[in-house]
Each structure stands twice: as C-alpha cells, then as structure tokens.
C-alpha cells in the first residue's frame, strides 16, 4: 500500500474495506477499519501527530477534534465520522499518551480510579484494582443489561460485585450517590447477599426474612443474624430436595407394571385401554413430571470464614415455621 499504516483486505464476501494500525514504544496497535484508503490513512496520520506531538486532549474534546480535522480535509458534515477514528479508539490513544500504559478496551485512567466508556454517554466508574480484569474483558450492553464474556459465558456486571441474580434496586443493593453507573466498592453497597435473605423491621428490631421459590414463595422464617438465615435457606433447599426424591421414588414404585391390560371402557364404540401408570396418575392426581413435581437444584448459600463444625452447629438448630413445616409433611 502507499498510504503509511494502511493495510487493504476482504470480507467473507469479497468486499474490500482497509484496516489502519501504528506502531508505539514497541506495541503495534489497531486503529480500526475503514471503507476507503483515505480514511484509514488520515486515522493513521492522526495517531502518528498526537503520540509524536505535545498536544494534550480530554475525552470530551472528541467533538472538536473530529470537527476541525474534517474541516481540513474538505469532508462533508454527514460523513465526518467515517474519515476520522472511531470514539473507542480515540479513548485508548488519549490514555495511552497520558499513562503509558496501552488498555484495548475504552479505559481512561484517573489515579485511584478509571472511567471505561461503553460509549460517548455512558460511563462507568471503577476502582484502580479492577484495571487489569477490565482492560481484558469487553463490556457490552443490551437492552440496558451491562454484561461481559468470561470463557465462552456471559457474565451479568453486577454479579462481579457479588450482586445475586433478580436482586432488586433499592432493596438487595443501593448505590450511595445515586449514580447507578459507579461501581466503585465505596459507593456500592449490597444489603442482602445471600440467595432467599432479605432485611426487614419487625415491631422495630432487625430480621432477617427467608424464603423459597417451589410454585410460589414459601416462608421459611424470621432469623436475628444473616448468617444463620443463610445457612437456613441450604436447609430449606436440601428438605424440599429430599421430599421432592421420596415423592418421585414413591410414584415410579407404584407404576412398575408390565404394558399389560388392566382396565377397560366402553367409550361409545371405542375402547380405551388404561394402564396402571395411567391409573396411579389419576389417584395422585398427576404426573411427577409434571409442574407439581418438578423442581431444580437451588442454588445454596455460601458462608465464609466458617467451619464445618460451626455450620453444622447452626444447621441443626434451624427451626422452620410452621407453615413450611406443614407443606414438607404434606408432600
């Protein structure tokens, strides 16, 4: 190719495009790509000046910046951002320039913290530890759910904060300032983290309220301290399992039969036959694998710092109430 920087390839489809890249203190970096020669090399050339020059931009000057250099090339209003470098990218030389350190990712770094901009509106806030993670995870968002690939997964933000899934804004976690988009450790609190824990006020003393989901909510109890309601939520989980097993093992013992005639019936001038499985479906009412019956493995809790003796302790002191009691005895 002429142009310095400038390299031309194809699609799948055979339509050529031209991918812009430079060369610093011994990083070979990609500037992105580009539908015509000419835009690829006034990326490179702008790349080239701002590293080699003294000139010193901010992330919000991305504006005019872009406007004054379409301004020298005669470019047309419209298509400004097509001849100039894409906004991800002019993120990364900004902060290359400034800290020396090369993040493929949109990280601005500002000390103790940094900014990564999913886009020019929206940024987020993260504390400096977290730079290494971030500066090789992608962030992406969809439908307003910010997430990330971790070995062919994706990952949900908040879950990396220890954030559970379907907790809610407001009840499970608060951010101190109001900024939804800050997740620095000191501004993002998580009140509840355990799986079926939540706080709650009763006649003005601190409780911590457990429940699980089978069909519905079921109300396992009121515990003082979070450990405990935690480690009462696994019980919870391990008797609803063990019900759910005997009542599956009860039925397949009573449907072990051969495909051989039990019953008849004159429907009209049709004759059904009605197994023993059939029969015993309609004596417990259904199938277990049905909905009444079906269940997944719950997710448990997991306490740290704890021993075994300890948990096992709590575990078998756990007392459900009432209404749970009677549901596991009816099953």
């Not at 949900?156 to 804004?169: D, E, I, T, Y």
């Not at 089978?214 to 008797?239: H, M």
Request: with cysteine; proline share 1%.
């Amino acid at each position: 190719m002429g142009t310095s920087g400038v390299f031309k390839t194809n699609k799948k489809d055979g339509t050529t495009y031209f991918r812009a890249s430079i060369t610093y203190k011994e990083k070979h970096i990609s500037l992105g790509s580009f539908l015509t020669e000419e835009a690829a090399g006034a990326a490179y050339c702008f790349a080239r000046e701002y590293l080699d020059g003294e000139q010193e931009y901010l992330p919000e000057d991305y504006e005019k910046v872009i406007s004054v250099r379409c301004k020298k090339d005669g470019s047309a209003n419209r298509n400004k951002e097509k001849k100039f470098i894409k906004y991800d990218k002019w993120i990364m030389l900004l902060n290359l320039k400034k800290t020396g350190m090369y993040c493929k990712n949109p990280i601005y770094l500002y000390g103790k913290y940094f900014i990564y901009y999913l886009d020019r509106t929206t940024e987020l806030k993260f504390d400096a530890d977290q730079l290494f993670f971030f500066s090789n995870h992608r962030l992406q968002i969809r439908g307003g759910h910010i997430f990330y690939s971790d070995y062919g997964m994706q990952c949900g933000l908040l879950s990396r904060f220890g954030v559970k899934n379907f907790a809610v804004l407001g009840r499970d976690y608060v951010f101190k300032n109001g900024d939804i988009l800050d997740f620095r450790y000191g501004n993002l609190e998580i009140i509840n983290k355990f799986n079926g824990v939540s706080q709650e006020f009763v006649q003005g003393r601190k409780k911590f309220f457990v429940k699980i989901h089978f069909r519905s909510d079921l109300k396992v109890g009121y515990f003082d301290d979070e450990i405990t309601a935690a480690i009462a939520y696994n019980k919870a989980a391990d008797s609803l399992e063990e019900a759910v097993r005997r009542r599956k093992s009860e039925f397949a013992k009573n449907t072990k039969t051969t495909n051989v005639e039990c019953k008849m019936l004159s429907l009209g001038s049709k004759k059904t036959t009605i197994s023993a499985k059939h029969l015993n479906e309609k004596r417990w009412g259904t199938d277990y694998k049905s909905r009444k019956y079906y269940y997944r493995k719950w997710k448990r809790n997991y306490v740290e710092n704890m021993s075994k003796k300890d948990y096992i302790h709590i575990y078998e002191g756990v007392c459900f109430a009432e209404s749970f009691t009677r549901f596991l005895e009816k099953m």
